[in-house]
């Protein structure tokens, strides 16, 4: 590195002499890494392979994969992945009816097609938060007249109900 940092310092010594229109420090580290790269694709002698040093690369590496590597046993589709679920052909013979099912796996299934609500206790995410406790503040009473308005239908909005839908199937066929 210190070789590095004398070559860069004798290389901005020559390159501060000449014109430049870039601002200076993005012009000198192009200029920079544009002279080293020359300097690098140069061709090196390569050294003969030693498969003793190759064969003690690839034993570290297998070592390493089989320290992170986990053996799952478990396999299950994912719940969080929309099912399509296909019908037989009309002619078929049933397989459905033989099969047993797993509790534990229609258990993760029925939780995973729940609310979030339902599911957690706290709101996983932040849009989660805004509708989180969306329980009404007043139970509504249907029976009660002052908080329940109805629709209701006196003998002109009936008329004026059927002159309506009439006009709009004649506007429709024609």
């Known amino acids: 590195k210190l070789n590095q940092h004398l070559y860069f310092e004798g290389w901005l010594a020559t390159k501060l002499h000449t014109t430049w229109c870039l601002p200076f420090s993005l012009w000198i580290a192009s200029e920079f890494t544009r002279t080293t790269?020359?300097?690098?694709?140069?061709?090196?002698?390569?050294?003969?392979?030693?498969?003793?040093?190759?064969?003690?690369?690839?034993?570290?590496?297998?070592?390493?994969?089989?320290?992170?590597?986990?053996?799952?046993?478990l396999f299950?589709?994912?719940p969080y992945k929309r099912l399509h679920v296909l019908t037989d052909k009309p002619m078929a013979i049933p397989?459905?009816?033989?099969?047993?099912?797993?509790?534990?796996?229609?258990?993760?299934?029925?939780?995973?097609?729940?609310?979030?609500?339902?599911?957690y206790t706290h709101p996983q995410t932040e849009s989660q938060e805004i509708g989180w406790t969306s329980r009404p503040l007043i139970v509504s009473d249907r029976s009660d007249r002052r908080l329940n308005w109805p629709r209701q239908n006196s003998e002109i909005t009936k008329y004026m109900d059927a002159a309506w839908r009439l006009k709009e199937q004649t506007q429709n066929l024609g």
């Open 76 to 78: 299950s589709i994912n």
């Open 95 to 119: 397989t459905h009816d033989n099969i047993e099912e797993d509790p534990a796996f229609l258990k993760i299934i029925h939780r995973a097609c729940l609310e979030p609500t339902k599911k």
């Open 37 to 73: 790269m020359a300097a690098a694709k140069q061709p090196k002698e390569k050294h003969p392979v030693d498969i003793v040093h190759q064969n003690a690369i690839h034993v570290e590496t297998i070592k390493k994969e089989n320290r992170s590597q986990r053996l799952y046993t």
